[in-house]
């Protein structure tokens, strides 16, 4: 089935793409385990140099990419010009630290020398997301080329373009054919392209539905993955908190990337005596944001991915206010060409509701209240998910214990939830399990060998 790239603001087809046949994905694969061949003797010195290559590229060619980006999944152009901004970052800062990262890493033995020596695995296959197309594969691929692996890509369908801009940005850089493929393939053909005994382990930044099944896959094989699913992070907010700076980014990390991102903070879970200030002013700045055409500079929120996006958030949405939530504003979605969903806000989340147990990808504040600190927490924990979570607090004490209490990878007080190189991102329970980024992004795919020189 071909593959389409298709605008979300107007419906309109950009171009369409033929997707490899089994005789291509053999290609692929065949290029990579080339490419490493000869990669996995070259130093993390000349390693760093290709990267910092790479982010130069990428920044000459920012204003494309950026294009590209909102073109295929309605990024605002802004938004999309700072992401391949934050790419290069990465690939800087791997190209800076990556080397120290992977230095031999001495142990205290008696009457001997011992030591771990970090050597790549290999081709490692990279199944990414449509939500940042070019900051989710080099979050990874940055990390995992210092290291001496090979990439072969597998990334969302409704972002081809995106997906060909990036081989061609490594390839311009001087990397060498096979460090980096796209493979344009249909999610069909994942488990052969697992299955093969040439690659030696596997990304996914996805579904929980997605994660499930390629780990499935792997496990079968005996690979090691590392998976970042879902999210449906809480956002607490206790008495002491500044509730201007709270408000501020209450709204500006529900609606970034239009409501799509795991790390949204979703679920508002507000203590009482601050409540209804909170979901007043919540409120009146999600009514006030500027939805339209993600191209004009001016607009704060685009359109979701796709008709289906819409239509899932809408379900989620209707059913909820039918188990007994109160719509406070919008909630229908947009007339007109485009898939553009309101934003919206629901109140007094019931339990056996989907705002509860589900993550709502897109503009939608779910505001719960909470009597004490306890609840608060109760309810903050009472999900499937675990990536990250909010709390604003200048309580020390209340600090500390929701840092210690909250089920999440990560917990970040008095700011809202956000993935930087020089710290460890991932979650628990359905949201996955690993680490990217700091030392985990480039030693997640590595041998770890241990090495013992007797006197």
Known sequence: MPIDSINPTTGQVLRTFEPLDRAGIQQAIDGACKAFDSRRSTSAAERARQLRAIGSTLE?????????????????????RSEVAKA?????????????????????????????????????????????????????AAPALLAGNTVLLKHASNVPQCALAIEEIVA????????????????????????????????????????????AAAGRHIKPTVLELGGADPFVVLPSADLDRAVSAAVNSRILNNGQSCINAKRFVVHKDI?????????????ALRVGDPMDAETELGPLSSQEAVRTLHR????????????????????????????????????????????????????WQAASVSEALSIANDSPYGLGASVWTTDEAEQQRCID????????????TASTPEVPFGGVKHSGYGRELARFGVQSFTNPKTVWLAD
Not at 178 to 183: E, R, Y
Not at 194 to 207: F, K, N, W
């Open 60 to 80: 000459q060619d920012t204003e494309r990419l950026a294009r590209l980006a909102t073109e295929e999944m309605g990024k605002t152009i802004g938004a999309a």
């Open 275 to 287: 409540a209804e200030e909170f979901l007043r002013r919540l409120t009146e700045q999600f009514k």
């Open 316 to 367: 989620q949405v209707t059913d909820t206010v039918a188990a007994g939530a109160q719509l406070v504003t919008g909630g229908t979605p947009v007339k007109g060409a485009g898939n553009f969903y309101p934003p919206t806000v629901l109140r007094e989340i019931p339990l056996d509701s989907p705002g509860h147990r589900e993550e709502f990808f897109g503009p939608v504040a779910l505001v």
């Open 405 to 416: 209490e909250i089920e999440a990878g990560m917990v970040y007080v008095n700011e809202f």
């Open 88 to 140: 290069a970052a990465g690939c800087y800062w791997y190209a800076e630290h990556g080397p120290d990262l992977l230095a031999d890493e001495p142990w205290t033995v008696q009457r001997a020398r011992a030591f771990t020596r970090y050597q790549p695995l290999g081709p490692i296959l990279a199944i990414m997301p449509w939500n940042f197309p070019y900051w989710q594969v080099f979050r990874f």
């Open 172 to 215: 311009q850089a001087g990397c060498g054919d096979g460090v980096l493929t796209t493979m344009l393939i249909s999610s069909s053909e994942v488990d052969a392209v697992i299955a093969d005994e040439r690659v030696r382990g596997v990304t996914l930044t996805g579904s929980e539905a997605a994660g499930s099944a390629v780990a």
